[in-house]
T-cell receptor, first 115, second 113 residues
């Protein structure tokens, strides 16, 4: 079963520091996403990425956030200057180019703790 | 603001019973509907997708969609203790919102032996 791989599983960082969360999507998928879930809250959409550019982003995805596909396999989320409220579980996902772009697989997540 | 609402529960059912989970959504142009299961501390796992009105069955799971009422439900037959988890309803709009899911807050299901 193909899977989405995320690293690290847990990252602790000081407020104001930059973090990069890494993801390896499923190899034949073309659409990539980041979602986050603050503890006890809903899963929230951050950004979708297709053809090397952002397709859509949410209000959460402000100038502190950026995404990149630096090579043919990795997909990264960078937070430039972390805030306490960025503490959450971050999930990467990917989907293929079928008519109904269902997200069948989320990565196992990176738990980001900002102290 | 597109909203997806679920009863937060917790919903407790005995082993072998039918668990019924409900979800309503506000965006009338929504086209795709999903149920995910999430165990504590884990990522969401897709268990059902439904795109047209009516019922869709997959093993012990049945999803029901009523677009006129903006309502989607999930039935779990012969519930097992391993089904105990949080069930997330998620909705995808059409158009250019490819892959943008709006999630409900989840319903906690407990199946007791």
């Amino acid at each position: 079963e193909p899977e989405v791989t995320q690293t690290p599983s847990h990252q602790v960082t000081q407020m104001g520091q930059e973090v990069i969360l890494r993801c390896v999507p499923i190899s034949n998928h073309l659409y990539f996403y980041w979602y986050r879930q603050i503890l006890g809250q809903k899963v929230e959409f951050l950004v979708s990425f297709y053809n090397n550019e952002i397709s859509e982003k949410s209000e959460i995805f402000d100038d502190q956030f950026s995404v990149e596909r630096p090579d043919g396999s990795n997909f990264t989320l960078k937070i430039r200057s972390t805030k306490l409220e960025d503490s959450a579980m971050y999930f990467c996902a990917s989907s293929d180019s079928g008519a109904q772009l269902r997200i069948g697989t989320f990565g196992s997540g990176t738990r980001l703790t900002v102290v | 603001q597109k909203e997806v609402e679920q009863n937060s529960g917790p919903l407790s059912v005995p082993e072998g019973a039918i668990a019924s989970l409900n979800c309503t959504y506000s965006d009338r142009v929504s086209q795709s509907f999903f149920w995910y299961r999430q165990y504590s501390g884990k990522s969401p796992e897709l268990i059902m997708s439904i795109y047209s009105n009516g019922d869709k069955e997959d093993g012990r799971f049945t999803a029901q969609l009523n677009k006129a009422s903006q309502y989607v439900s999930l039935l779990i037959r012969d519930s097992q203790p391993s089904d105990s988890a949080t069930y997330l309803c998620a909705v995808m709009s059409g158009g250019t919102s490819y892959g943008k899911l709006t999630f409900g807050q989840g319903t906690i299901l407990t199946v007791h032996p």
